[in-house]
């Protein structure tokens, strides 16, 4: 693994839970610089980038969720202007 990928895990444990799967993502310079510095500052970089993603998918999932539903609605009356 080069320097550059960040293996983590998408969810956040609990005590009980054991981290078992991984994901791999690309990092620019910059934002490897930056979790550098949190490292050196004694940050856990693995268990923040768990909680950042954790947090973002509860801030957006509900519109995430809707506008998918509005993207298949939009479709549907594109396949089948008939029924709408």
Known sequence: MGHNDCVCEI???TKMEKLTETYRFRVSKTQLDTLDKLRDLNVDVS???RLAIKEKINRDYKK???E???LSLVKLKELY???F
């Open 64 to 66: 995430i969720k809707t």
């Open 81 to 83: 202007p008939n029924i």
């Open 11 to 13: 969810n956040v444990p």
């Open 47 to 49: 268990q923040f980038i």
């Open 68 to 70: 998918k539903k509005e």
